[in-house]
């Protein structure tokens, strides 16, 4: 958190405000997440229901990511953004209100769909203020702030839900939520966009757009395709983690209070705050490749290892390892996406890049849920683990294409 500071004037006031709101959305986000696995299978579902259940908003975001992306290139941003925080946590209160299996799934949905709409015109947004020579440095600085909502959200969640109960957790998230739209609507200044068509003609042009959306990738080759593929890989680990850790730190032997379980959740993220903006540029200086590349493997040898581990201390010592494996490498993926770009096409980017970031989500929770329904909670991580490993391999393998853009 330090680094980012020194690195302050790596953001514009702009930026800045953008990453400020995310940290505190991330807060509220992760504290809410934290609960669905033990809460499901309070409610007698299995893992791989479990797993079904917590993908269902991937699901819908990865069918509306392209429409909030088109959108967002043409309407308000800053509209986007509060509609969505406004239907977050309605839906995300009614997934601890309903109790019958299909008004579950109808407010999950209703949850998917909030985040999307906030998520998406977002990224779209803190895109378009970046600039090329310092890109990885200002996701650095963004990663760093979002992943201390990533480790602070999680011990709140523990924390709550040990001393007071579930309720108090849905009442902050709720309530963080609905500040959070207050303030995105007097902080977040963007320039009046002429209207070019109405809301139904651009989310149908956005759809029957997707096959010129893939003809675009299949130009930038195999390279842009991997890129892609590891963006859906972290947020297959991340739905995986948010899936697996919550039943495992109190199965078996380890028996955890939800207290030491949010404590271990957030050790995943808690490397990022300090590393974030330094290893992102590290990356623009000596190659993001180069960075991906060693980020991707000790994040899976990481999680190897905090696979096989049986106490509480080791839990911890592993997920740190598996987290400054991974912000060595979120920063330099986030500029190697963003480098394929053409300059005017931000929001159609993002679009693309949550398309396959919320598949990974999808895969994520459903894979780990079924590894954990086949093999059992351990090996489900440790398989993760390889998984990611072997990916550092492929990534090797590909090369950039000499002026291919997205």
Not at 77 to 97: H, Y
Not at 106 to 127: C, E, K, M, N
Not at 140 to 165: D, K, M, N, R, W
């Amino acid at each position: 958190m330090f680094h980012s500071f020194r690195h302050r004037r790596a953001l514009s006031s702009r930026l800045w405000w953008i990453v400020i709101l995310t940290l505190f959305w991330t807060i509220a986000d992760t504290s809410l997440e934290f609960l669905f696995p033990t809460y499901l299978e309070g409610l007698g579902h299995s893992y791989f229901i479990i797993g079904l259940l917590i993908s269902i908003p991937a699901i819908i975001g990865m069918l509306i990511d392209m429409p909030l992306g088109s959108l967002s290139d043409s309407w308000s941003r800053k509209r986007i953004m509060i509609w969505g925080l406004i239907l977050s946590p309605i839906g995300g209160a009614l997934i601890f209100l309903f109790k019958g299996n299909a008004l579950i799934f109808t407010a999950f949905i209703l949850w998917g769909i909030g985040y999307q709409v906030w998520h998406v015109p977002r990224s779209a947004y803190f895109a378009q203020l970046t600039s090329r020579k310092k890109r990885a440095e200002q996701y650095g600085v963004a990663t760093e702030f979002s992943y201390l909502g990533e480790t602070v959200g999680p011990v709140i969640g523990g924390v709550l839900l040990s001393s007071l109960g579930l309720f108090y957790n849905v009442s902050f998230y709720v309530a963080l939520c609905f500040l959070l739209a207050f303030l995105v609507f007097f902080l977040i200044k963007e320039k009046q966009r002429k209207r070019k068509e109405s809301v139904i003609k651009t989310v149908i042009k956005s759809r029957a757009s997707f096959s010129e959306d893939i003809s675009i990738l299949k130009k930038s080759g195999f390279y842009a395709f991997v890129l892609l593929y590891i963006s859906l890989l972290f947020t297959f680990f991340w739905g995986a983690i948010y899936t697996l850790e919550p039943l495992f730190y109190g199965s078996g032997s380890l028996k955890l209070s939800p207290a030491i379980g949010g404590l271990i959740l957030a050790s995943f993220s808690l490397p990022a705050i300090f590393l974030g903006a330094p290893f992102g540029k590290l990356a623009d200086r000596y190659g993001k490749k180069n960075l991906l590349f060693i980020g991707m493997l000790i994040m899976g040898l990481g999680l190897v290892f905090f696979s096989v581990s049986a106490s509480p201390a080791f839990l911890i010592i592993f997920a740190l390892l598996t987290s400054v494996g991974l912000i060595l490498s979120q920063p330099a993926l986030s500029g190697m996406i963003v480098d394929l770009s053409y300059r005017h096409s931000k929001g159609a980017l993002c679009g693309i890049w949550e398309f396959f970031s919320d598949f990974g989500f999808i895969l994520g929770p459903l894979l780990a849920g079924l590894f954990a329904e086949l093999w059992g909670l351990q090996e489900a991580l440790l398989s993760i683990g390889w998984i990611i490993v072997i990916s550092a391999v492929i990534l090797l393998i590909a090369r950039k294409k000499p002026h291919a853009y997205l």
